[in-house]
């Protein structure tokens, strides 16, 4: 593609922060330690989680980049970035998740495929760029349409990232055309991250990626090549033979992709400020983490306990600095996670428990086995870290 190219090696990736916990090499994964989350409402872009599927793709020309729209529509266009520079600029400040954060955890139950990731495949941005619904308008397809005149239901990003899983073709994903049209679902075609004008982190999709708030980061496309109308959802890997959620009764031997739909949003709170096992000083311990749901729902409560789940006391819940948080508000980021915070007195070894209860009264579910499943994704079972008091004077 113009402007674009997808190299066969890694030599050309770009650095990354030494502080990373770095999960694979080749293709880089990685997560920031869980302690920078809680640093700061926004993620900087370094410490922003790394999920890659292949070797970084790499920009010739940004004035040559091109994105060609097709498929069920009258008039397929090719846009350029002056082209998309040129619609209305909005900034949207969205959470993304891997499916499988919490991975490791989950696996210590029973053993699971995939990338092992701890708490921090997630991170919080500014995304700046068009609405895809103004995109989509430039070919014809108004706001709010669910059908094109041709039959196209869903609107299919593809990638110019090439990866193994689908057999060295592109990596590809899709939402209905429905939330596609839809202003107030606020899916862009991002060209900015954290007010960099007009650039992305590279490991974030530079020059242009598709961001989905509220749903699983899978579906938020990086290093867009192609906006493709189509009649039925994508039928790429990792919408059909992937980030699908199975029983616990499901795995590879008797497993059946066709019966489930491909997982679209999650819900779940994390204790960032200690580690699974750390070593307090008795006394008063501050107790901070995020919460997150999906779909736009807000965070209703975030309750913590430091007697293993046996009583419960309420966090408070904080966006930005000096608003008060409330859930669903318009002061408030739908699409972004919610940090908490509380302090207890903590005087012996014990085990502090965090669950979350959302706007729609979903509650996390108190354990990890009740909802393990083969791929290892959407572990929102209560978040636990122990903690060992120590009394010694040095």
Known sequence: MAGLTAPSDYSQDPPRHPSLLINAKQPFNAEPPRSAL???YVTPSHFFYKRNHAPIPIVQDIHRYSVFLSGLVECPKQLFMKDIWKLPKYNVTATLQCAGNRRTAMSKTKVVKGVGWDVSAIGNAIWGGAKLSDVLELVGIPKLASVTQFGGRHVEFVSVDKCKEENGGPYKASIP??????????????????????????????????????????????????LNIIAEECQGFFMQKDYKMFPPSVNWDNINWLTRRPQWISQFSVICSLEDVSTIKPGKIKISGYAVSGGGRGIERVDVSVDGGKTWMEASRFQKSGVP???????????????????????????????????????????????????????????RVKVQASHSNL
């Open 325 to 383: 948080y409330m859930s669903e508000h318009s002061s408030s980021d739908k699409w972004a996670w919610v940090l908490f915070e509380v302090t207890a007195d903590i005087l012996h070894s014990t085990e502090i428990v965090a669950k979350a209860v959302d706007s729609a009264a979903n509650v996390q579910p108190e354990k990890v086995e009740d909802i393990w499943n083969l791929r290892g994704i959407l572990n929102t079972s209560w978040h």
């Open 38 to 40: 809680v640093a700061s």
């Open 177 to 226: 055309l429905s939330q596609a049209t839809n202003p107030q679902a606020d899916v862009l075609l991002a060209y900015e991250m954290n007010g960099e004008v007009n650039e992305i982190d590279l490991d974030h999709g530079y020059p242009l990626r598709v961001v989905v708030p509220g749903v699983i980061g899978a579906r938020s496309v990086k290093w867009l090549e192609d």
